[in-house]
């Protein structure tokens, strides 16, 4: 029995194809058609008020320098909230509960960051593993501890979207299981757990739509410490 909420993080199959193909091909539906106009019904509409949102938000910490990565970031943005919020629909895969997706996610573009400032302004990188004005004998130490919290932070953001994404699928799998396994024995309990869940699933739209925002955020944070 414990296995089976486990199932729920292995790619589901359908006459031999994984469905998770046939999801990723919905995104493609919400692409406008090639037209010489900018904005040609009220879906581009949308879709070109909510690019805008996005980019404004992970662009106000930053400076010119890093304009450059609106790209970038909007698209792995745009990513992330795509598979987040597929992933909660029904016989679907979710592939940011994998950690060795997120890591390699979130890996590159930490080095990446790290890698501009060290080029950029190498004093002032490396100044951040030393806070001014730190007496002598506790050098060695805070040197080693902001290393340490510096090289953990891939690891962080990656731990956090895995976490927060399996806990909140593995939550909706228990109570879901409930709600069916009590419906013929206690049919009012099973109504107000069917509830439960209903508002679950609200949360966990929310959820996953915060956790690709907080990814791309704490990215464009740590671009800014180095530009």
Known sequence: MNLSFFDQFTSPYLLGIPLILISMLFPALLLPSPNN????N????????????????????LNKNGHKWALLLTSLMTLLLTINLL????????????????MAL???????????????????????????????????????IETTSLLIRPLALGVRLTANLTAGHLLIQLISTATTALLPIMPTISLLTALILFLLTILEVAVAMIQAYVFVLLLSLYLQENI
């Open 106 to 144: 979130a890996f590159p573009l930490w080095l990446a960051t790290l890698l501009t400032g060290l080029r950029n302004q190498p004093s002032i990188a490396l100044g951040h593993l030393l806070p001014e004005g730190t007496p002598t004998p506790l050098i060695p130490a805070l040197i080693m």
């Open 87 to 102: 992933g909660l629909l029904p016989y679907t895969f979710t592939p940011t509960t994998q950690l060795s997706m997120n």
């Open 42 to 61: 009220r879906l581009s509409t949308l879709q070109l008020w909510l690019f805008h949102l996005i980019t404004k938000q992970l662009m106000i910490p």
């Open 37 to 40: 106009r900018w904005i040609t």
